[in-house]
């Protein structure tokens, strides 16, 4: 049985590179990049699976 948590997601949008990053402050501000939102969302929440994973072997 797995455990499910809940982290907020700060996000940022870089006018220059029209990149947005999203940044988990909770996990050690693991963060992630994109094109879109939805994007930097989903590479964010693949980076705090991958922290977690390692954080708790």
């Known amino acids: 049985m797995s455990k ?3 982290y907020k997601i700060e ?3 870089d ?3 029209g ?3 999203a940044i988990i ?3 050690n501000y693991v963060s ?3 094109k879109t ?3 930097a969302e989903a590479n964010v929440k693949e980076a705090a699976l991958c922290y977690l994973e390692a954080s708790y072997k």
């Open 15 to 17: 006018k220059e590179t």
């Open 19 to 21: 990149q947005t990053t």
């Open 32 to 34: 992630s990049f994109g």
């Open 4 to 6: 499910q948590y809940e």
């Open 25 to 27: 402050p909770e996990l």
């Open 11 to 13: 996000y940022e949008f």
């Open 37 to 39: 939102f939805a994007e």
